[in-house]
């Protein structure tokens, strides 16, 4: 991909990247931030409907659904509405001072007996629920988890984003508007992902590798959890986040039948490479 006149070009093998021009915007700025949100919607073309539609006042540069497909809504030096109420680093109003990418995604999840439940009435199967603790919430609570194939096409764009517009950092919609916002919430990678991105040594993650056989990988931390797999010793794994004595890591040898990657395992049983 390229950025051309502040939108995405797909370049010749690449899926295109569709540009629909939502009225949800307004001048021009000059971004110094990259913002991840989820949409806590249904589905990607629900969310594009909603930022397509004038009495919705909201909208963001990218919309990234679970199969990868990136949708542009705004050109990247035009206002989008994606922050709301915001602030970052003395800056007011984030909107005028970033870029705004929001990933397909129900967000929280309820638990009614053994199932997984959306804001919208979607039940969800718990294999791809992680039960997680935000970092500024108390109690722990059910997060879809993003696709590879999302989070592939997510660092992407924000390469080309972040080096094209010299991009200081990037933020959470939780970070810029705590306690008000929860997005992208502790299913998101962000230590690894800003890692990636921004390809920063001090940013750069750690990797351990598994010290036994047959080592659970859960989706929350503690035992209590639901075992994702059982890694074989060697297995090496990525950290994102402690939860106390939990590790919340990213799988990074493959693993059969293992779909999506991510989980918690005890730091006791993991060595670091």
């Keep these: 991909m390229l950025i051309q006149n502040h939108k995405l070009v797909a370049e010749t093998g690449e899926q295109a990247v569709p540009f629909l021009d939502s009225p949800n915007k307004s001048g021009t700025i000059n971004p110094k931030y990259l913002v991840i949100h989820y949409t806590a919607g249904r589905s990607a073309q629900s969310s594009i409907d909603w930022f397509m539609n ?42 005028s001072h970033s870029i705004g990418i929001e990933l397909d995604n129900p967000g929280i999840l309820m638990k009614t007996g053994s199932k997984w439940i959306a804001w919208f009435g979607k039940e969800y199967p718990a294999s791809v629920v992680i039960e997680a603790k935000h970092k500024h919430q108390d109690t722990a609570a059910g997060w879809h988890i993003f696709t590879e194939k999302q989070i592939e096409a997510c660092i992407k764009a924000s390469k080309l984003l972040v080096t094209h517009y010299q991009l200081a950092d990037i933020l959470g919609h939780e970070d810029i508007s705590p306690f008000r916002k929860v997005d992208p ?86 060595e670091k490479i």
Excluded: C
């Design 185 to 270: 919430g502790p299913a998101f990678p962000m230590e690894s992902f800003k890692s990636k991105v921004l390809g920063r040594e001090d940013d750069a993650a750690d990797i351990f590798k598994v010290k036994v056989d047959d080592t659970n990988l859960r989706s929350g931390g503690g035992t209590g959890f639901a075992m994702l797999a059982k890694l074989k010793k060697g297995t090496k794994v990525e950290f994102i986040r402690n939860n106390a004595s939990w590790y919340n890591v990213f799988v990074v040898s493959k693993v059969q039948g293992l779909n999506e990657p991510e989980g918690w395992i005890h730091s006791s049983l993991l």
């Design 54 to 95: 004038p009495q919705a006042q909201a909208s963001a540069h990218l919309v990234i659904g679970t199969d990868g497909k990136i949708t542009q809504m705004v050109p990247f030096n035009k206002k989008a509405f994606h922050a709301g109420k915001s602030k970052w680093s003395g800056l007011n109003g984030m909107n």
